[in-house]
């Protein structure tokens, strides 16, 4: 496998120099070779470093603007810098071992002698905490993985993190461990067999309408088209479509998804993402099986993922986009407004807007609307709702073409519990003048 691995890179090299060498009479008149040839440099690199994600053109301007973020302070409006943040998250990760998993074996120390004996003899609990560790230590390897892919996207030195740590351990400010978790658990609702029925309820409505309005969208397609998914996550939903652009703000979620881009072949990956839940359980075998990915091979070019605060890091594109794409998205929003203003902002005229997801709001959303009031809302801004497809669920409300369908948001399909929202799904055009 490493020797494909190999041979795929020295192609791509080979590939890159012969364009190179073909425009060398233009090289001083034309700046975009010099991004090019800054490719090849990262790709010869990438040959003597694997599991390196390899980098497109695109892919490498975009890395140049995040570098020179991570080199700034706090964005006005945010609290901490990009780097900050990057460095909380691998944070979070390399400390893996101290997290949700080690607190609930420590809690079992609460339990009686007397009691531990009848738990052995039952159904041997503390045979199962020992075996815990070893499962543990996989999903550790794969966090430390996280933390190493990230480090030389990020271009941050290993002490660097290492001084982050202490300083953090020092002013007794813990890991978020939470987050951590949360990102592995998206591994398997975007990029494992086990996702694939919550990806179901969702995505085909979603595909289906953006083929019908634009014939080169598609996985296998070169699409010219300009689609964005903002609130990405993983980015399943943005390769499916071949969405070319996708933005996530969560520096844990974009680490592990830069991970992905380092392990494309289908079932490389394997892991234990369950260790941490230990209720509603049929059977203590449900939170220790084990989950390969990806479930198929990914394409890293075909997807460029924009870190940042979707409102923000699109300033300078207005007008850019085909279609926008929000799944499981708008009721993240802390200013609701914010969010509809930059869709409309970043949509070009005719552009498409569409959704599917709950209204699930948090409780510090300055602005917490009903579908009603959205669709009166979004119809002032100047959009139009447009009809949708009876696969895509019911009609919500009488008079609109909005429909609800229910969608697990579970992660784990054996748990004994369900969590599932009637999402709503719509398509608004924008006023085309």
Request: hydrophobic share 40%; proline share 3%; with cysteine.
């Amino acid at each position: 496998m490493r020797s494909f691995l190999l041979l795929r890179h020295v192609v791509a090299v080979v590939v890159a120099f012969s364009v190179c060498l073909s425009r060398a009479e233009n090289y001083r008149l034309q700046p975009e070779i010099e991004v090019e040839a800054k490719h090849v440099t990262t790709l010869l690199v990438q040959v003597l470093q694997p599991n390196v994600p390899l980098l497109s053109p695109r892919h490498e301007i975009e890395l140049s603007r995040l570098r020179v973020q991570l080199k700034h302070g706090a964005i006005k409006g945010e609290s901490k810098s990009i780097r900050h943040r990057v460095l909380e998250a691998l944070y979070g990760f390399e400390t893996y071992k101290h997290g949700k998993v080690a607190r609930y074996q420590k809690l079992y120390q609460n339990v009686s002698q007397r009691q531990r004996k009848i738990l052995d003899r039952a159904v041997g609990y503390s045979d199962t905490l020992l075996g815990l560790e070893k499962l543990k230590a996989v999903n550790e390897d794969v966090c430390h993985e996280i933390v190493r892919v990230a480090l030389a996207y990020y271009s941050i030195n290993r002490q660097e993190l290492d001084e982050f740590i202490q300083q953090e351990q020092a002013a007794n400010r813990q890991p978020d461990h939470e987050s951590v978790s949360q990102a592995l658990k998206l591994f398997v609702r975007d990029w494992a067999i086990e996702g694939h029925n919550e990806r179901h309820a969702t995505f085909p409505c979603i595909e289906s309408y953006l083929k019908d309005n634009f014939e080169s969208v598609g996985v296998n397609g070169g699409s010219s088209v300009e689609i964005l998914v903002p609130g990405a996550g993983l980015g399943r939903l943005a390769h499916e479509i071949a969405g070319l652009n996708a933005n996530e703000w969560s520096s844990f979620v974009n680490a592990a998804y830069h991970f992905l881009e380092a392990n494309t072949i289908p079932d490389t990956v394997s892991m234990y993402p369950f260790l941490d839940i230990w209720s509603h359980l049929k059977s203590r075998d449900e939170m220790l099986r084990r989950i390969s990915l990806p479930d198929v091979t990914v394409n890293t070019s075909q997807v460029l993922l924009v870190e940042g605060d979707f409102t923000r890091v699109f300033k300078k594109s207005p007008a850019k986009f085909d279609a926008i794409v929000t799944l499981f998205f708008i009721d993240t929003a802390r200013n609701l407004m914010n969010y509809l203003e930059t869709i409309k902002q970043l949509l070009k005229p005719g552009g498409l807007w569409i959704n599917s997801g709950p209204l699930l709001y948090g409780t510090s959303a300055w602005v917490q609307l009903s579908l009603e009031e959205i669709i009166q809302v979004v119809e002032e801004m100047g959009f139009k709702f447009l009809n949708t497809d009876s696969d895509c669920g019911d009609i919500t409300l009488e008079g609109y073409p909005i429909r609800g369908k229910e969608a697990l948001y579970n992660f784990n399909s054996s748990s004994l519990s369900k969590y599932a929202y009637v999402a709503q799904h719509w398509v608004a055009r924008k006023h085309p003048k």
